[in-house]
């Protein structure tokens, strides 16, 4: 079955905000970090902000400290992208992935051995 499906992309002002949603299987959850990605047409898929199992650990990409926040609902299975003060910059499609191994740089896409299908966000000026 898939072990992740992202929700909530669109279509979105510039300064404007929504949250995107990352539902998770048992054994993708249960990694020791998920994390959030992005890849525009014809650019490298890049990092946004990681998590730790337990919330205790976080890491954002300079592009979006300050706007981005990323959050875990472990009653849930699921964890979330809030993002404000949208950018037209910030189009792409986004990608929610999980790592279940240590070992390697958490900004690294290379470490990450889950993904989802990912979904549009595209932000109009």
């Known amino acids: 079955q898939v072990q992740l499906v992202e929700s909530g992309g669109g279509l979105v002002q510039a300064g404007g905000s929504t949250r995107l949603s990352c539902a998770a299987s048992?054994?993708?959850?249960?990694?020791?970090?998920m994390g959030w990605f992005r890849q525009a047409p014809g650019k490298e898929r890049d990092f946004l902000v990681a998590?730790?199992?337990?919330?205790?650990?976080?890491y954002y990409a300079d592009s979006v400290k300050g706007r981005f926040t990323i959050s875990r609902d472990n009653g849930k299975n699921t964890v979330y992208l809030q993002m404000n003060s949208l950018k037209p910059e910030d189009t792409a499609v986004y990608y929610c992935?999980?790592?279940?191994?240590?070992?390697?740089?958490?900004?690294?896409?290379?470490?990450?051995?889950?993904w989802g299908q990912g979904t549009q966000v595209t932000v109009s000026s």
């Open positions: 998590i730790s199992r337990s919330g205790s650990s976080t």
């Open positions: 992935a999980a790592r279940t191994y240590f070992g390697g740089s958490v900004y690294n896409s290379e470490t990450y051995n889950y």
């Open positions: 048992d054994r993708t959850f249960n990694s020791n970090y």
